[in-house]
Protein backbone atom coordinates (compact mmCIF):
# COMPACT_ATOMS: atom_id res chain seq x y z
CA UNK A 1 0.00 0.00 0.00
CA UNK A 2 1.32 3.15 -0.59
CA UNK A 3 0.96 5.64 2.11
CA UNK A 4 -0.40 9.07 2.57
CA UNK A 5 1.85 10.78 4.91
CA UNK A 6 1.51 15.00 3.97
CA UNK A 7 0.48 16.41 7.09
CA UNK A 8 2.81 15.30 10.20
CA UNK A 9 7.18 15.99 10.77
CA UNK A 10 9.24 17.73 13.29
CA UNK A 11 10.64 20.83 12.00
CA UNK A 12 14.62 21.77 11.82
CA UNK A 13 15.53 24.96 12.37
CA UNK A 14 18.29 25.52 10.11
CA UNK A 15 18.66 27.63 6.84
CA UNK A 16 18.29 26.54 3.52
CA UNK A 17 15.49 25.12 1.73
CA UNK A 18 12.42 23.63 3.25
CA UNK A 19 13.89 19.81 2.80
CA UNK A 20 16.98 20.86 4.65
CA UNK A 21 14.10 22.13 7.49
CA UNK A 22 11.77 19.21 7.46
CA UNK A 23 13.10 15.79 8.53
CA UNK A 24 12.53 13.02 6.10
CA UNK A 25 10.36 10.92 8.83
CA UNK A 26 7.40 11.95 10.04
CA UNK A 27 6.88 12.13 13.75
CA UNK A 28 5.05 8.62 13.36
CA UNK A 29 7.81 7.06 11.41
CA UNK A 30 6.38 7.42 8.12
CA UNK A 31 9.34 7.97 5.86
CA UNK A 32 8.51 10.36 3.11
CA UNK A 33 8.02 9.91 -0.83
CA UNK A 34 10.09 11.49 -2.99
CA UNK A 35 7.88 13.69 -4.50
CA UNK A 36 7.08 15.11 -1.16
CA UNK A 37 6.20 18.64 -1.34
CA UNK A 38 7.90 20.42 1.44
CA UNK A 39 7.87 23.38 0.99
CA UNK A 40 4.01 23.40 0.76
CA UNK A 41 4.01 21.41 3.75
CA UNK A 42 6.12 23.87 5.91
CA UNK A 43 3.64 26.72 5.31
CA UNK A 44 0.89 24.23 6.42
CA UNK A 45 2.68 23.20 9.71
CA UNK A 46 3.59 26.53 10.48
CA UNK A 47 -0.34 27.26 11.19
CA UNK A 48 -1.34 24.14 12.20
CA UNK A 49 1.51 24.32 15.06
CA UNK A 50 0.03 27.19 16.57
CA UNK A 51 -3.51 25.41 16.45
CA UNK A 52 -1.99 22.12 18.48
CA UNK A 53 -0.08 24.39 21.00
CA UNK A 54 -3.28 25.97 22.05
CA UNK A 55 -5.27 22.72 22.15
CA UNK A 56 -2.20 21.08 23.55
CA UNK A 57 -2.57 24.17 26.42
CA UNK A 58 -6.78 23.55 26.59
CA UNK A 59 -5.96 19.50 26.91
CA UNK A 60 -4.06 19.98 29.75
CA UNK A 61 -6.10 22.29 31.41
CA UNK A 62 -8.97 20.14 31.08
CA UNK A 63 -7.74 17.20 32.24
CA UNK A 64 -5.67 18.31 35.01
CA UNK A 65 -3.32 15.36 35.29
CA UNK A 66 -6.55 12.86 35.82
CA UNK A 67 -6.52 9.26 34.22
CA UNK A 68 -9.85 9.11 33.64
CA UNK A 69 -12.29 11.33 31.78
CA UNK A 70 -16.17 11.16 31.32
CA UNK A 71 -18.52 11.93 28.08
CA UNK A 72 -19.90 15.07 28.02
CA UNK A 73 -20.44 17.92 25.77
CA UNK A 74 -17.59 20.00 26.10
CA UNK A 75 -14.94 16.70 25.99
CA UNK A 76 -17.13 15.60 23.10
CA UNK A 77 -16.01 19.54 21.05
CA UNK A 78 -12.63 19.11 22.51
CA UNK A 79 -12.24 15.89 20.75
CA UNK A 80 -13.29 16.92 17.40
CA UNK A 81 -11.02 20.02 17.10
CA UNK A 82 -8.10 17.77 17.65
CA UNK A 83 -6.73 15.40 20.71
CA UNK A 84 -2.73 16.23 21.23
CA UNK A 85 -0.62 13.29 20.81
CA UNK A 86 0.28 12.98 24.29
CA UNK A 87 -3.27 12.63 25.67
CA UNK A 88 -4.62 10.21 22.69
CA UNK A 89 -4.15 6.77 24.04
CA UNK A 90 -6.21 8.05 27.10
CA UNK A 91 -8.88 9.51 25.27
CA UNK A 92 -9.48 6.81 23.17
CA UNK A 93 -8.76 3.82 25.76
CA UNK A 94 -11.49 5.95 27.97
CA UNK A 95 -14.05 7.04 25.14
CA UNK A 96 -14.57 3.90 23.53
CA UNK A 97 -14.96 1.03 26.36
CA UNK A 98 -11.53 -0.36 25.92
CA UNK A 99 -9.90 0.90 29.05
CA UNK A 100 -12.84 -0.52 31.34
CA UNK A 101 -12.50 -3.79 29.46
CA UNK A 102 -8.90 -3.87 30.21
CA UNK A 103 -9.48 -3.16 33.22
CA UNK A 104 -12.37 -5.50 34.16
CA UNK A 105 -10.38 -8.52 33.08
CA UNK A 106 -6.36 -8.03 34.09
CA UNK A 107 -3.85 -10.71 32.97
CA UNK A 108 -6.28 -11.77 29.91
CA UNK A 109 -4.87 -10.39 26.85
CA UNK A 110 -1.56 -12.39 28.10
CA UNK A 111 -3.47 -15.55 28.53
CA UNK A 112 -4.59 -15.03 25.02
CA UNK A 113 -0.68 -14.82 23.64
CA UNK A 114 0.22 -18.38 25.46
CA UNK A 115 -2.70 -20.26 24.71
CA UNK A 116 -2.73 -22.82 22.04
CA UNK A 117 -3.05 -21.43 18.01
CA UNK A 118 -4.41 -22.17 14.80
CA UNK A 119 -1.34 -22.43 12.49
CA UNK A 120 -3.50 -21.15 9.54
CA UNK A 121 -4.29 -18.10 11.72
CA UNK A 122 -0.59 -17.40 12.64
CA UNK A 123 0.59 -18.73 8.87
CA UNK A 124 -1.89 -16.13 7.73
CA UNK A 125 -0.85 -13.44 10.38
CA UNK A 126 3.00 -14.37 9.43
CA UNK A 127 2.38 -13.35 5.49
CA UNK A 128 1.14 -10.10 6.15
CA UNK A 129 3.73 -8.60 8.43
CA UNK A 130 6.77 -7.48 5.78
CA UNK A 131 3.13 -6.15 3.97
CA UNK A 132 2.76 -4.01 7.04
CA UNK A 133 3.72 -0.23 6.78
CA UNK A 134 6.98 -1.28 5.11
CA UNK A 135 8.05 2.79 4.86
CA UNK A 136 7.59 3.01 8.20
CA UNK A 137 10.58 3.08 10.27
CA UNK A 138 9.30 1.32 13.44
CA UNK A 139 8.31 -1.50 11.57
CA UNK A 140 11.64 -2.15 9.92
CA UNK A 141 13.43 -5.55 11.15
CA UNK A 142 15.83 -3.79 11.87
CA UNK A 143 14.81 -0.81 14.30
CA UNK A 144 14.72 -1.22 17.81
CA UNK A 145 12.40 -1.52 19.15
CA UNK A 146 10.56 -3.27 16.15
CA UNK A 147 6.82 -3.40 16.68
CA UNK A 148 6.66 -6.41 14.29
CA UNK A 149 6.32 -8.82 16.75
CA UNK A 150 3.88 -6.21 18.97
CA UNK A 151 1.85 -6.28 15.91
CA UNK A 152 2.09 -10.21 15.46
CA UNK A 153 0.74 -10.69 19.58
CA UNK A 154 -2.12 -8.30 18.82
CA UNK A 155 -3.32 -9.72 15.18
CA UNK A 156 -2.89 -13.31 17.01
CA UNK A 157 -4.08 -12.29 20.61
CA UNK A 158 -7.23 -10.67 18.04
CA UNK A 159 -8.01 -13.80 16.29
CA UNK A 160 -7.87 -16.02 19.12
CA UNK A 161 -10.34 -13.67 20.70
CA UNK A 162 -12.92 -12.91 18.33
CA UNK A 163 -12.85 -16.52 16.32
CA UNK A 164 -16.02 -15.21 13.96
CA UNK A 165 -13.48 -12.99 12.55
CA UNK A 166 -10.09 -14.27 13.09
CA UNK A 167 -7.91 -12.28 10.71
CA UNK A 168 -8.40 -10.54 7.27
CA UNK A 169 -6.62 -7.97 4.96
CA UNK A 170 -7.24 -4.40 6.69
CA UNK A 171 -6.81 -5.35 10.24
CA UNK A 172 -3.11 -5.30 10.28
CA UNK A 173 -2.92 -1.74 9.20
CA UNK A 174 -5.60 -0.71 11.61
CA UNK A 175 -3.62 -2.46 14.48
CA UNK A 176 0.13 -0.84 13.69
CA UNK A 177 -1.77 2.85 13.65
CA UNK A 178 -2.77 1.91 17.36
CA UNK A 179 0.59 0.48 18.21
CA UNK A 180 2.64 3.35 16.72
CA UNK A 181 -0.17 5.96 18.95
CA UNK A 182 -0.57 3.76 21.80
CA UNK A 183 2.72 2.30 21.92
CA UNK A 184 1.48 -0.77 23.80
CA UNK A 185 0.26 -3.94 23.19
CA UNK A 186 -2.47 -4.96 25.33
CA UNK A 187 -3.99 -1.23 24.72
CA UNK A 188 -3.83 -2.12 21.10
CA UNK A 189 -5.69 -4.99 21.40
CA UNK A 190 -8.61 -3.76 23.38
CA UNK A 191 -9.23 -0.90 21.20
CA UNK A 192 -8.65 -3.68 18.17
CA UNK A 193 -11.61 -5.27 20.44
CA UNK A 194 -13.83 -1.58 20.85
CA UNK A 195 -13.96 -1.35 17.06
CA UNK A 196 -14.41 -5.27 16.05
CA UNK A 197 -17.02 -5.69 18.92
CA UNK A 198 -18.77 -2.77 19.22
CA UNK A 199 -17.84 0.37 16.70
CA UNK A 200 -17.64 -1.44 13.32
CA UNK A 201 -19.90 -4.83 14.05
CA UNK A 202 -19.43 -7.62 10.95
CA UNK A 203 -16.86 -5.70 8.82
CA UNK A 204 -14.44 -7.40 9.49
CA UNK A 205 -16.51 -10.97 9.53
CA UNK A 206 -16.48 -13.23 6.73
CA UNK A 207 -19.25 -12.48 4.99
CA UNK A 208 -18.41 -8.79 5.88
CA UNK A 209 -22.11 -7.80 6.11
CA UNK A 210 -21.82 -4.61 8.20
CA UNK A 211 -19.17 -3.28 5.59
CA UNK A 212 -21.43 -4.24 2.44
CA UNK A 213 -24.35 -1.98 4.38
CA UNK A 214 -22.33 0.41 5.19
CA UNK A 215 -21.39 1.14 1.57
CA UNK A 216 -24.65 0.79 0.05
CA UNK A 217 -25.63 2.63 3.32
CA UNK A 218 -23.48 5.70 1.99
CA UNK A 219 -25.19 5.58 -1.51
CA UNK A 220 -28.44 6.05 0.09
CA UNK A 221 -26.97 9.23 1.64
CA UNK A 222 -25.28 10.49 -1.07
CA UNK A 223 -28.91 10.29 -3.03
CA UNK A 224 -30.67 12.13 -0.39
CA UNK A 225 -27.62 14.21 0.19
CA UNK A 226 -25.91 15.18 -3.38
CA UNK A 227 -28.51 13.29 -6.30
CA UNK A 228 -26.26 14.59 -9.18
CA UNK A 229 -23.10 12.88 -8.34
CA UNK A 230 -25.38 9.34 -7.43
CA UNK A 231 -27.29 10.13 -10.32
CA UNK A 232 -23.59 9.80 -12.35
CA UNK A 233 -22.60 6.44 -10.60
CA UNK A 234 -25.75 5.04 -11.68
CA UNK A 235 -25.81 6.35 -15.06
CA UNK A 236 -21.76 4.75 -15.37
CA UNK A 237 -23.36 1.56 -13.32
CA UNK A 238 -20.43 1.81 -10.81
CA UNK A 239 -21.09 0.12 -7.57
CA UNK A 240 -20.09 2.28 -4.47
CA UNK A 241 -17.97 -0.91 -3.28
CA UNK A 242 -15.91 0.01 -6.43
CA UNK A 243 -14.83 3.22 -4.89
CA UNK A 244 -15.20 3.21 -1.33
CA UNK A 245 -14.16 -0.24 -0.22
CA UNK A 246 -10.66 0.94 1.30
CA UNK A 247 -12.28 3.79 2.61
CA UNK A 248 -14.19 1.83 5.11
CA UNK A 249 -12.51 -0.91 5.88
CA UNK A 250 -8.89 0.77 6.26
CA UNK A 251 -10.66 3.38 8.03
CA UNK A 252 -9.14 6.01 5.63
CA UNK A 253 -5.57 4.63 6.29
CA UNK A 254 -3.47 5.14 3.09
CA UNK A 255 -6.14 6.89 1.72
CA UNK A 256 -6.08 10.26 3.57
CA UNK A 257 -3.04 11.75 4.91
CA UNK A 258 -1.45 10.31 8.48
CA UNK A 259 -2.39 13.66 10.94
CA UNK A 260 -6.04 13.41 9.07
CA UNK A 261 -6.74 10.20 9.93
CA UNK A 262 -5.97 10.56 13.97
CA UNK A 263 -8.29 13.59 13.60
CA UNK A 264 -11.31 11.28 12.22
CA UNK A 265 -9.66 8.58 14.66
CA UNK A 266 -10.34 10.84 17.58
CA UNK A 267 -14.13 11.08 16.31
CA UNK A 268 -14.58 7.49 15.79
CA UNK A 269 -13.92 6.36 18.93
CA UNK A 270 -15.50 8.95 20.57
CA UNK A 271 -18.67 9.13 18.29
CA UNK A 272 -18.75 5.77 16.64
CA UNK A 273 -18.68 4.78 12.82
CA UNK A 274 -21.06 7.71 12.01
CA UNK A 275 -18.02 9.99 11.20
CA UNK A 276 -16.85 7.41 8.60
CA UNK A 277 -20.22 8.46 6.52
CA UNK A 278 -19.48 12.27 7.23
CA UNK A 279 -15.86 11.83 5.54
CA UNK A 280 -17.10 9.91 2.69
CA UNK A 281 -19.75 12.44 2.36
CA UNK A 282 -17.48 15.72 2.65
CA UNK A 283 -15.08 14.27 0.07
CA UNK A 284 -17.76 13.53 -2.39
CA UNK A 285 -19.89 16.44 -2.23
CA UNK A 286 -16.50 18.94 -2.01
CA UNK A 287 -15.95 17.49 -5.35
CA UNK A 288 -19.16 16.75 -6.70
CA UNK A 289 -18.56 18.61 -9.82
CA UNK A 290 -15.57 17.08 -10.97
CA UNK A 291 -17.14 13.93 -10.09
CA UNK A 292 -20.13 14.54 -12.73
CA UNK A 293 -17.49 15.56 -15.14
CA UNK A 294 -16.47 11.84 -15.37
CA UNK A 295 -17.37 10.02 -18.98
CA UNK A 296 -16.62 6.64 -17.92
CA UNK A 297 -16.62 3.81 -15.04
CA UNK A 298 -12.12 4.71 -15.37
CA UNK A 299 -13.05 8.49 -14.89
CA UNK A 300 -15.27 7.49 -11.66
CA UNK A 301 -12.22 5.29 -10.18
CA UNK A 302 -9.77 7.74 -10.95
CA UNK A 303 -12.04 10.66 -9.34
CA UNK A 304 -12.06 8.87 -6.46
CA UNK A 305 -8.70 8.36 -5.94
CA UNK A 306 -8.01 12.16 -7.10
CA UNK A 307 -10.50 13.84 -4.58
CA UNK A 308 -8.65 11.53 -1.43
CA UNK A 309 -4.72 13.29 -2.67
CA UNK A 310 -5.58 17.31 -3.17
CA UNK A 311 -4.63 20.17 -0.70
CA UNK A 312 -8.08 19.88 0.95
CA UNK A 313 -7.57 16.81 2.93
CA UNK A 314 -3.87 17.44 3.77
CA UNK A 315 -5.62 20.74 5.89
CA UNK A 316 -6.80 18.26 8.33
CA UNK A 317 -8.45 21.05 10.98
CA UNK A 318 -9.98 23.03 8.13
CA UNK A 319 -10.87 19.64 7.13
CA UNK A 320 -12.31 18.40 9.77
CA UNK A 321 -14.47 21.35 10.48
CA UNK A 322 -15.85 20.83 7.13
CA UNK A 323 -17.25 17.26 7.98
CA UNK A 324 -19.72 18.60 10.70
CA UNK A 325 -20.78 21.58 8.42
CA UNK A 326 -20.70 20.67 4.15
CA UNK A 327 -23.23 16.82 4.53
CA UNK A 328 -25.48 18.42 6.85
CA UNK A 329 -27.24 16.56 9.66
CA UNK A 330 -26.92 13.26 10.13
CA UNK A 331 -29.32 11.54 12.86
CA UNK A 332 -28.19 8.21 14.06
CA UNK A 333 -32.13 7.51 13.81
CA UNK A 334 -31.50 7.70 10.10
CA UNK A 335 -28.17 5.84 10.29
CA UNK A 336 -30.02 2.41 11.96
CA UNK A 337 -32.94 2.66 9.32
CA UNK A 338 -31.21 3.00 6.50
CA UNK A 339 -28.97 -0.19 7.40
CA UNK A 340 -31.83 -2.01 8.66
CA UNK A 341 -33.12 -1.59 4.69
CA UNK A 342 -29.94 -2.22 3.06
CA UNK A 343 -28.95 -4.78 5.15
CA UNK A 344 -32.13 -6.70 4.27
CA UNK A 345 -31.37 -6.07 0.75
CA UNK A 346 -28.15 -7.71 0.65
CA UNK A 347 -29.41 -10.55 2.35
CA UNK A 348 -32.80 -10.81 0.35
CA UNK A 349 -29.90 -10.87 -2.64
CA UNK A 350 -27.73 -12.88 -1.58
CA UNK A 351 -30.17 -15.62 -0.93
Not at 202 to 213: F, Q, V, W
Not at 252 to 278: A, H, N
Request: hydrophobic content about 40%.
Amino acid sequence: MEKRNKVTSRGRSIGGRASDRVDRVDPYGFERSKDFDYESYEALMSEYLVILTRRSIKWSKLLKGQRKVQKNVKLKRYVRKGIPNEHRSLIWMASSGAQEQLERNPGYYQSLLTAQHDPKLVETIRTDLNRTFPDNIHFHRTSNPCLQKALYNVLLASGYHNPTVGYCQGMNFIAGYLLIITKDEEKSFWLMDALLSRILPDYYSPAMLGLKTDQEVLGELVKMKVPRVWQTMVDHNVMWTLVVSRWFICLYIDVLPVETVLRIWDCLFYEGSKILFRVALTLIHHNQALIQQAQSLPDICQIFKQITRDTFVDECHTFMQKIFKEPGSLSMATLTKLRATCRSRIIAEKS
